[in-house]
Nanobody
């Protein structure tokens, strides 16, 4: 069962911008850290950025200064604003979070299904 749903991916030219969103389903009643990962063809999945429940952020060196992660705790949603996009940013972007599900007593890792981001040169 998918508890995180991403949106906002698409095709953009070099230098363009996209904003990804990831919304948690109603089955999630608590969230700790949230983050964005990406996986390009033939490469391993890598961390892009993450954010704690308190708002502390961490970025991969390759996206520092270009991407901004944020979250709305009231909406259980995390965002990734991507500016100055480059062809090497092309990948499937995944949302991940440490979540507490209804009826559960402990937090667990949950992943979205991914959204494609393609940057044309």
């Amino acid at each position: 069962q998918v508890h995180l749903v991403e949106s906002g991916g698409g095709l953009v030219q070099t230098g363009g911008s996209l904003r990804l969103s990831c919304a948690a389903s109603e089955s999630i009643i608590g969230i700790n850290d949230m983050g964005w990962y990406r996986q390009a063809p033939g490469k391993q999945r890598e961390l892009v950025a993450d954010i704690t429940s308190g708002g502390s952020t961490n970025y991969a060196d390759s996206v520092k200064g270009r991407f901004t992660i944020s979250r709305d705790n009231a909406k259980n949603t995390v965002y990734l604003q991507m500016n100055s996009l480059k062809p090497e940013d092309t990948a499937v972007y995944y949302c991940a979070a440490e979540v507490l599900l209804k009826g559960s007593s402990w937090f667990r890792d949950s992943w979205g299904q991914g959204t494609q981001v393609t940057v044309s040169s």
